[in-house]
């Protein structure tokens, strides 16, 4: 089983960006923690980073040849882009949304998402934890559907 960590823009700054919205762990702590708890599952998970629209976009078309879930939190993407909507429909597989920071107590411009309605599922405002849960959440639901 092989999942997929997408990471958007600036979430490579994670740590050093506006810690009291977004925590004081660094993205390499955060993948670290998910590798090992995906190990434990049986499940290979590959991390990428991008800052660029477009390497998203073709991380996701790769995924289409041997990923079964895509746990990604598209930063400001999320609010932006119909390309990574048009992406995760196209690929057609399974993925969980997910934000460090509660989008929904935040500017208005953050309140919409261009994904949320095609996701399994949507975790936001609980900090990097939310992608533990979102791991587990993506195990389960891989369980349940073989
Ligand atoms: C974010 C929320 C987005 O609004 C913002 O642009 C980000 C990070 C989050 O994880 O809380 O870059 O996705």
Redesign the pocket.
Known sequence: VNFLLLN????NLLGKREPHI?GSQGLEDIVQILTKQARKAGIKLEHIQSNAEHELIDAIHRAMENCDFIII????F??TSVALRDALLGADLPFIE????N?HA?EAF?QHSYLSDIAKGVI?GLGAQGYEFALQAAIRYCQNDS
């Open positions: 958007g823009p600036n979430l977004y939190n598209p930063g400001a999320t609010h997910v934000h460090l920071s989008v935040r953050r936001c």
